[in-house]
């Protein structure tokens, strides 16, 4: 009966523990790794680039209230530091005591213990065993994000409270031993402990899972999530020949308009481009925050020629836009479009990415407020 019952309560921390490091990749997921470089250089928590960076992960840390720590680290010659913290956020809403830690605080351990090794080999790490200090008791994992070079920038940490599953664990053996020994057997018990505990966890899964695909800001679909479509439309592409079109839109002088607005004026202007262009798509294009005041466009089953008419129509409609200010005022602004379309060629998405970039330098350099194509057939 004990070995049924360990084996049992193995298979409940398995669960868990897989359970962890879901969250810590979700929760890499979330973060822009070229961002992240820069808040790096600037070293102060008081930065924009901070707060850009951070904003993701508490939106993310709201949605779990059984995480008490949500973090980024990075790793520089043998040590590491602690970067991003949710702790000291206006925006989280917890009601567990926790102490923020320092930006670049370094994280002392032993060199022995080989777990930054492996998340820089690119792998998932969640620690074999509950660790406890003054303020829980946890289960702790990691996970490495990206540049857009594909090296790795850094590491999310996610430090799960373990008290609710403790005790839960407790109810279930008190459960089995009673159960057991009516002879109604192992399989209610553990179905009665696991429904009880992981039924809430999915469920927050979920909504963690669909927070990371999107842009807090501005509510549109985030850079993962675009990266994720254009890849099975390109799929799709190489298997039937229909291609599809990428847009990449930027503001015009978007610095000078924080400069001039203030940044929640540039808020304002961002989440009204996202709204304008959002009701101008067909529900089979896709469009989201690539960064900063950068936006994609995915025209679906689009040549270039067409592409362009749309990405122009697009580009007009933003010009006539006039978006209320906090202050009471409007302002007025323009963007640059660079657009392509997937070719034979192509042996990744990104080369239309890349075309449809040297495409807006294009229409940059060309005054600005205008489209403009690249393709290489």
């Known amino acids: 009966m004990l070995y049924h019952l360990q084996r049992s309560e193995n298979l409940v921390l398995q669960m868990l523990r897989d359970h962890v490091r879901d969250l810590a990749a979700v929760t890499a997921n979330a973060v822009d790794g070229d961002l992240h470089k820069r808040v790096i250089a600037k070293a102060t928590k008081e930065s924009p680039e901070y707060r850009q960076a951070v904003a993701p992960l508490v939106d993310l840390h709201n949605l779990l209230p059984n995480v008490y720590y949500m973090y ?26 926790l102490e923020p830690t320092g930006m670049l605080e370094e994280f002392e351990f032993d060199p022995s213990d080989r777990w930054v090794d492996v998340i820089y080999a690119g792998k998932v790490y969640v620690n074999e065993n509950f660790e406890t200090d003054d303020y829980g008791t946890f ?9 857009g070079d594909g090296s790795i920038a850094g590491f999310s940490g996610v430090d799960f409270n373990v008290r609710d599953f403790i ?28 429904y009880g505990f992981f039924k809430t966890i999915a469920a927050k899964a979920e909504a963690m899972e669909a927070a990371s695909l999107t842009d807090p800001l501005t509510g549109a679909s985030n850079r993962r999530a675009f990266e994720q479509r254009v890849r099975i439309d390109f799929k799709r592409f190489k298997r039937n020949g229909i291609a599809s079109a990428v847009a990449l839109i930027d503001a015009d002088r978007f610095k000078s308009m924080n400069d001039s607005h203030g940044h929640d004026g540039g808020d304002e202007v961002l989440k009204a481009l996202v709204s304008k262009v959002t009701e101008m798509l ?7 925050r690539w960064g900063g005041e950068e ?3 995915l025209f679906a089953d689009t040549d270039l020629d067409a592409a362009w008419a749309k990405a122009d129509h697009v580009r007009e409609a933003l010009s006539r836009l006039a978006v209320p200010l906090p202050g009471g005022e409007t302002v007025n602004f323009t963007v640059s479009i660079g657009v392509s379309a997937f070719e034979a060629a192509d042996e990744s998405p990104d080369a239309v990415l890349a075309r449809a970039d040297d495409a807006l330098y294009l229409a940059k350099e060309g005054g600005r407020n205008q489209v403009q194509t690249k393709s290489t057939v």
């Open 72 to 97: 980024t680290m990075v790793a520089v010659d043998g040590r590491t530091f602690y970067v991003l913290d949710t702790t000291d956020q206006p925006g989280l809403k917890t009601a567990n005591d």
């Open 139 to 147: 289960l702790s994992g990691h996970a490495p994000f990206y540049a």
């Open 167 to 194: 005790q839960r664990l407790a109810q279930f053996r008190r459960a089995y031993l009673t159960i057991y020994f009516f002879g109604i057997g192992l399989a209610v018990a553990l179905g009665f402990f696991i």
């Open 282 to 288: 067909r529900e089979s294009d896709s469009f989201a």
């Open 295 to 297: 936006f994609t466009i």
